[in-house]
Nanobody, 117 residues
């Protein structure tokens, strides 16, 4: 079983930055694809970004492209989401997910990000 834990959420003003971190244990970290999802109030959970096993390939939703960066440090069993130029519409609960196949099998508990002045 893989345990996933997020950290780093909080309150930030529009235009500000936050970095989320996610650690995973229970399996060799480099054997996991990793992703960040988010769910805003009244909306479905949506994929924000994902990264391949060794970090060589990344993908982003159109709404965050150019502002968010996903990265990973396999030596630290950690994946990051650097969020710059945050907007009020980025307010959501952010979830980290891990996958050994094409299905996102393992989820964290989520961390709240609120963008407000």
């Amino acid at each position: 079983q893989v345990q996933v834990t997020e950290s780093g959420g909080g309150l930030v003003q529009p235009g500000g930055s936050l970095r989320l971190a996610c650690s995973a244990s229970g399996r060799t970290f480099s054997s996991l694809r990793m992703a960040w999802f988010r769910q805003a109030p009244g909306k479905e959970r949506a994929l924000v970004a994902h990264i391949s096993f060794r970090g060589g390939s990344t993908s982003y939703s159109d709404s965050v492209k150019g502002r968010f960066t996903i990265s990973r440090d396999n030596a630290k069993n950690t994946v990051y989401l650097q969020m710059n130029n945050l907007k009020p519409e980025d307010t959501a609960v952010y979830y980290c997910a891990a996958a050994t196949t094409v299905v996102w099998d393992y989820w964290g508990q989520g961390t709240q990000v609120t963008v407000s002045s």
